[in-house]
Nanobody, 124 residues
Framework: QVQLVESGGGLAQAGGSLVLSCAVSGRTFDMYAMGWFRQAPGNEREFIAGISWAGGTTVYDDSVKGRFTISRDIAKNTVYLQMNSLKPEDTAVYYC?????????????????WGQGTQVTVSS
């Protein structure tokens, strides 16, 4: 089993920054590709960023490309999401997820483990 715990959410002003962290525990961390998803009220959960298990490949949704950066620290068993130039439309609950394997995929159904989510609210 793998347990994921997100932290770092909160309130930010438009144009500001936040860093989300996802602490991974349980089975071997570096055997999993990791993803960040978000779900705004009334919307489906959507993929925003992912990183391969070796960290060599990152994928971003167009809505966050150039503003958000995903990274991972294997020694700390943690994956991060640096969010810059925040917009009110970034307001959502953010989830990290892990999938067995190397490839970064965008589909929610491809991920085996999920965190509980952390709220990000961006005011205008």
């Amino acid at each position: 089993q793998v347990q994921l715990v997100e932290s770092g959410g909160g309130l930010a002003q438009a144009g500001g920054s936040l860093v989300l962290s996802c602490a991974v525990s349980g089975r071997t961390f570096d055997m999993y590709a990791m993803g960040w998803f978000r779900q705004a009220p009334g919307n489906e959960r959507e993929f925003i960023a992912g990183i391969s298990w070796a960290g060599g490949t990152t994928v971003y949704d167009d809505s966050v490309k150039g503003r958000f950066t995903i990274s991972r620290d294997i020694a700390k068993n943690t994956v991060y999401l640096q969010m810059n130039s925040l917009k009110p439309e970034d307001t959502a609950v953010y989830y990290c997820a892990a999938r067995v394997g190397n490839s970064v995929l965008r589909f929610e159904s491809e991920y085996n483990y999920w965190g509980q989510g952390t709220q990000v609210t961006v005011s205008s």
